[in-house]
T-cell receptor, first 115, second 112 residues
Framework: AQSVTQPDIHITVSEGASLELRCNYSYGATPYLFWYVQSPGQGLQLLLKYFSGDTLVQGIKGFEAEFKRSQSSFNLRKPSVHWSDAAEYFCAVADGSGNTGKLIFGQGTTLQVKP | DADVTQTPRNRITKTGKRIMLECSQTKGHDRMYWYRQDPGLGLRLIYYSFDVKDINKGEISDGYSVSRQAQAKFSLSLESAIPNQTALYFC???????????FGPGTRLTVL
């Protein structure tokens, strides 16, 4: 069965520091991979997605993620965190064949940014 | 205007009451989804619909039902609400299959 694991429930970084949020997935075929962000009281906004091609994906707000098939990982990175990045981040995987469009989400990682 | 809207945004109800959460979208997508979010569990799929005549159960459909009144409208019902259905509920749409899902702002439901 498909699954997504975000090992870090809560991360605190200082403003201006670099950030990496981990995501590991379990899926037998080619996955579609997503990162969403949820600001307090808001819905989920797509940061970036990977379907195929270049394994380094650029997203909005200066985020990027790298797909590593050998490690079953899709980690999210940002070189310099801003206070406005404080939010909850979700990694998700979808059926790469496109048959169902269903997303399986990780448990989420809450990012706190220190001044 | 938002592409995916949900009503109500907040609702407090009592055990045993019937409640309906509504979702509307203006994106013209065929596929719509209902998720619930619980702390530490991420989002879990309740139901999804490929079109008006195609509705499917997700991983946690027990205690819920849905209605797809039109391409743009997808409602979630709790026939007899119970406290462990207290959660944040999200509606989403996507098109084509496997593509990005667009989420509504969520409905915070509290069952007392």
């Amino acid at each position: 069965a498909q699954s997504v694991t975000q090992p870090d429930i809560h991360i605190t970084v200082s403003e201006g520091a670099s950030l990496e949020l981990r995501c590991n997935y379990s899926y037998g075929a080619t996955p579609y991979l997503f990162w969403y962000v949820q600001s307090p009281g808001q819905g989920l906004q797509l940061l970036l997605k990977y379907f195929s091609g270049d394994t380094l994906v650029q997203g909005i707000k200066g985020f990027e993620a790298e797909f590593k098939r050998s490690q079953s990982s899709f980690n999210l990175r940002k070189p310099s965190v801003h206070w406005s990045d404080a939010a909850e981040y979700f990694c998700a995987v979808a059926d790469g064949s496109g048959n169902t469009g269903k997303l399986i989400f990780g448990q989420g990682t809450t990012l706190q940014v220190k001044p | 205007d938002a592409d995916v809207t949900q009503t109500p945004r907040n609702r407090i109800t009592k055990t045993g009451k019937r409640i309906m959460l509504e979702c509307s979208q203006t994106k013209g997508h065929d596929r719509m989804y209902w998720y619930r979010q619980d702390p530490g569990l991420g989002l879990r799929l309740i139901y999804y619909s490929f079109d008006v005549k195609d509705i499917n159960k997700g991983e946690i459909s027990d205690g819920y039902s849905v209605s797809r009144q039109a391409q743009a409208k997808f409602s979630l019902s709790l026939e007899s609400a119970i406290p462990n259905q207290t959660a944040l509920y999200f509606c989403a749409t996507s098109d084509p299959p496997g593509d990005t899902q667009y989420f509504g702002p969520g409905t915070r439901l509290t069952v007392l």
